[in-house]
């Protein structure tokens, strides 16, 4: 069988949870016996069209403008020439390689344009990787007004995009109950939880603690997006209610729309227990995981869907407590604290996330949370139960013909 996966980042360029979640589902397909395409736009490539291989992997990357760390209106525009740009630099190449599943990763919401096409072409099933319900989050943070022009223009290729899925597999229960009072379409829902096939990384060197200070520490980690709809004041706030525990200390890597915001505020406030460091290569932060002893995740308060933060997956592959913040409702705080695998508050509750802060200095805790965590991670939110899962929706597709 040949698959198609079609996503807007990907490895080895790319530090983003999604990217290398779609690299990892891609070579489980392959190791299975599997031919796999993965396209993806890349504006760092000097001609219109790319093709390169990494572990058994046929990546076919389009030339595109930014769409990531860029201004909201070049983003925006990129994003709609995803389709366009896609389908003008591999038209022959789809022609003359047809596939027989397609799966597309969304955020993006602007595939519908090349996934039908490709439909048509193939005769292929697909089924979409929901991962983030845009633009609902932009309009629940106060970004956007539900009514605005803006927000219908959106919402326009949000249900273009559902529609021209065979199967919506979203990444929790709650996910599942939202999206099926919020939204009208005859396309299937289905369960995916998020995968990872990583192994813990075992390394004695200490490279970042000693480059930080940070031998004798206590660390509180945070990698990934550092934006808005991950609210970081709310880390923020923690280091600065935390800076009489002289052991503990935050770690921020990543990049975002409120990197200069976190910046301004450790300075503003002399946050000396607050290191703000730039996005870094998958490998190195692995590296880092492996040296530091809290992973921390935080979702907006405003948020009315239910995010499930492709970081969390890094941090149960390395064995390690989760410390977090959600929105009310979301279903991450049961899944997490039921397995006993970390804390989960409230956004918004900063009395309970310091308390459960200190709680996580207590070595043993660590240990024991640590262990239940990696736990998690291999009864859950493995590779092979997402591929076992996307291989029986398409096997029941191909039983309907």
Known sequence: MKVCIIVDDYVPNSTKAAAKMMHELGVEFVKRGNAVTVVTPDPTIGSAQEIAHLDGVTVCRFRTGKIKNTSKIIRLVNEMLLSFNAWKSYKNYFKEEPHDLIVFLSPSIFWSGLVEKLKT???????????DFFPQWVID?????????????????????????????????????????????????????NWTSDTPVIDKRDKYRKRHGLQDKVVFFYGGNVGHAQDMGNIVRLAKNMRAEKKAHFVIAGKGDEFELVQQAKDDECLSNLTLLPPVPQNEYRLM?????????????????????????????????ILGSVNVGNDLKEVLENAKAGFVTINGQDDVLLENAYKLMDEMLRKSMGLNSNQLLHDVFSVQTAADTILAFYQKQQDKR
Do not use: C
């Not at 890094?314 to 407590?321: F, L, N, R, S, V």
């Open 141 to 193: 943070s106060g970004i956007l007004r539900e009514q605005s022009l803006v927000a219908k223009f959106l919402r326009y290729f949000e249900k273009a995009n559902y529609r021209s899925a065979d199967m919506i597999a979203l990444q929790s229960p709650k996910n599942i109950e939202w999206f099926s009072a919020t939204n009208s379409t005859d396309t299937p829902v289905g369960l995916l939880y």
């Open 121 to 131: 072409l193939w005769r292929a099933p697909s089924y979409l990787l929901l991962r």
């Open 289 to 321: 995981l492996s040296e530091f002893d809290i992973g921390m995740f935080t979702l907006h308060r405003d948020h009315k869907t239910h995010n499930f933060p492709g970081k969390l997956l890094a941090y149960m592959a390395q064995g390690i407590p």
